[in-house]
Structures are given as structure tokens and as C-alpha cells.
């Protein structure tokens, strides 16, 4: 089988859907069948292009002629607009395998601009509807393709993302003090001012003990860190940093003594998951996907509620009894999850 897959996105400074395809890169040659395959990769390292504009519509749709696959797996949701175009006037059709990671813009269209709305519907229900597959990192956006766009289940597959932590060997970043740790963009559905309104009450309800007082109980000394934002700055207690490579994310996280993530809309959500890898206790949002993927082995909350979350991390952070446990059953949670079980699948799901 000639499999072609689609690489546009730049791997270099990998977040959500750069991390995803990286893994799926770095893991499928470890998959059994792999060899029993010829693989294509169309990226921009060896499709060469002079112009910032039209790689994905003129460059790749000739790749794609000139070079055929039998099937053309997409992880990132991204293909070319006169792609089923031209294959069918050319009596050449290759499958078309997509990753749709969220609806993100569907569940939760107040927090998107009316164009930049008007532009995700219009591609990712294109994707859809011109996909012979599907596949969904959650269950969750399965049940939105089909609320949303009318797919036919039939075609989606659900296939969790993993986790894998790297060695890593810089050296420990110089943050003094404890401090609860959030790490994802800025997105208003990522709910950044409401975490930073809940820590606000956790500090004007349990400030830190004064230097006679030392050991009190109840009280909270933390800082608050919020990681990957595309700004800098600091405020009274509250860090704020811009991108971190992968050596200073899991620096962060391993150093962190709660990890906060009360996002209002998530397609799947690997931070959270990245947190319970290194043992880190986690406090997220009450929403679907996140009691798919983490279940009991963190403490979920009403994103809207602002003094849940500052007494969910209060009791975190307070109870060692209740750390211990969340920390037991994240460590439990995320076998669950590997890079290798979703390359596998996914390699499975192309060749049906």
C-alpha cells in the first residue's frame, strides 16, 4: 500500500496538533505492519515552494498527481480545496484518511470571531464530508461531527492521543517557590481569567502566613504560573511565560504542585494527561471529554464557577490524603494512553 501522508504544520515549536502528528511521525515506523507499506511524506522540507502562500493548494495538489498514493492520511486536518477536483477528473482516487482533533468553534462559538468562525465551519465540515475516514482523538468529537455536520458514525473512528515524556537533560529552570501551574495557548475558551480570578480568591482567602506565623495550616504561599501564553510579564504572584520548549515544560510540570486546566471546550486535552504523567495532581473542567479521558483521577469542575476551582485547588493543595489519591489514580489513568497503541490504530484504520 502507498500511503501519503500530509505534513504542513511546523514541528519545530510543537503544541496540541504539532505534538500529535510528531508522535504519529516518530511512532509508526515501531508499528508491525509498517513495513508492508511504501510511505509518502509531503511537507515543506522536501516540497520546496518560493512563495508563502499556496504550498497546500498548488504545490501539494501536483505531489499528489504526479506522485500518486493509494490513500492520503491528513493529521491535521488540512487538504488541499481543488484536491477532489482534479482527482476525479483525472480518474485517480486515493482514500483520504483526515484528523479532525475538535469542534471547538461549534460548542463554543462566542469565544471565536464571526469570520474565523465562518472559515473552521467551512473547512472542517468540507473535511468531513470528503473524508473516507475520520479519525477523532475522543469520543466527544465524534458526537460533535455527528450533532454538528450529520456524519455518518460509520466512518469515525476514535482513537485517544498518548502521552510519552522524553529525557530530558537541561538544566532545572529557576523557579522559586511552589506554585500551581497552568500550560496551553491563550484562547478565551482556555478560560485564563478565570483561573486567575480563582486564584485570586485562593490567595484573599488562605494568604500565605507571616514570618512570625511560619507553619500555620491553611495557608497558601503558592504562585501562580501560566505557561505558553504568547505574552510576558508578572504580576503580585502570577508569572506569566511565553512559549517553553519541551525541556521547560516538563521542568514546569514536574515541579508544579497542582496543575489547573477549567477549559470551557476540549477536543481531547494532553496537558492534563502530561501533568498525571509526572505525578502532578489535576484540577480541570467538568466537561465531556474530560471525564472520558480522566474520569475520577481528578478533581472536576464548573468552569463557570470560579470559587469551585479555588476550593478544589485549595483542597489539592491542603489534603494530603486527597493528593496522594488523585496522584495514585492519574499514575493508573494514563496506562491507558501511549503514542505506540495510537500509532497502531491509526496505521489500522488507513489500511481498512
Known amino acids: 500500500m502507498r500511503i501519503g501522508i500530509q505534513v504542513s504544520s511546523d514541528l519545530g515549536k510543537r503544541t496540541g496538533v504539532e505534538e500529535y502528528v510528531y508522535q504519529i511521525l516518530k511512532h509508526l515506523p515501531m508499528v508491525d505492519d509498517y513495513k508492508n507499506h511504501q510511505f509518502f511524506l509531503y511537507s515543506r522540507d ?41 482527482i476525479y477528473k483525472c480518474r485517480v482516487h486515493p482514500k483520504l484518511v483526515v484528523t479532525i482533533q475538535g469542534l471547538e468553534f461549534e460548542a463554543a462559538p462566542k469565544m471565536y470571531g464571526w469570520l474565523k468562525r465562518k472559515f ?31 456524519i455518518n458514525p460509520d466512518k469515525i473512528f476514535v482513537i485517544h492521543h498518548g502521552v510519552d515524556k522524553p529525557a530530558c ?14 500550560l496551553g495557548s491563550g484562547h478565551k475558551r482556555k ?15 488562605y494568604p500565605p502566613a507571616s514570618p512570625a506565623k511560619r507553619g500555620g495550616r491553611g495557608k497558601i504561599p503558592h504562585k501562580l504560573i501560566l505557561a505558553g501564553l504568547r505574552q510576558d510579564g508578572k504580576r503580585e504572584d502570577i508569572i506569566f511565560m511565553s512559549y517553553v520548549d519541551e525541556s521547560q515544560k516538563w521542568q514546569l510540570l514536574e515541579n508544579s504542585d497542582v ?24 484540577v480541570a473542567s467538568n466537561i465531556s471529554v474530560f471525564r472520558e479521558i480522566l474520569g475520577n483521577s481528578a478533581l472536576l469542575v464548573n468552569p463557570e464557577n470560579f470559587e469551585e476551582i479555588s476550593e478544589a485547588i485549595y483542597k489539592v493543595l491542603s489534603n494530603k490524603q486527597l493528593r496522594n489519591e488523585l496522584i495514585k489514580k492519574g499514575q493508573e489513568n494514563i496506562k491507558r494512553f501511549s503514542w505506540l497503541k495510537c500509532a497502531r490504530q491509526t496505521l489500522k484504520v488507513i489500511n481498512l
Do not use: C
Not at 517557590?177 to 497552568?182: A, C, E, F, P, T
Open 191 to 205: 478560560n485564563i481569567d478565570g483561573i486567575i480570578t480563582a486564584f485570586e480568591l485562593l490567595k484573599e482567602k
Open 120 to 150: 473552521l465551519r467551512f473547512l472542517t465540515k468540507r473535511n468531513a464530508k470528503k473524508a473516507d475516514k475520520i479519525i477523532v482523538p475522543s469520543q466527544t468529537t465524534k458526537d460533535d461531527l455527528i450533532k454538528y455536520y450529520k
Open 259 to 282: 496543575f489547573v486546566y477549567p477549559s470551557f471546550y476540549e477536543g481531547f486535552g494532553m496537558p492534563v494527561l502530561e501533568a498525571q504523567k509526572v505525578g502532578v495532581p489535576v
Open 169 to 182: 537533560n537541561a538544566s532545572r529552570l529557576a523557579m522559586a517557590g511552589r506554585y500551581i501551574l497552568y
Open 46 to 86: 522536501n516540497l520546496k515552494w518560493p512563495f508563502e502562500w499556496g504550498w497546500t493548494q498548488i504545490r501539494l495538489s501536483w505531489e499528489i498527481l504526479k506522485n500518486k498514493p493509494d490513500i492520503l492520511f491528513v493529521p491535521a486536518h488540512t487538504f488541499p480545496i481543488i484536491y477532489p477536483a482534479l
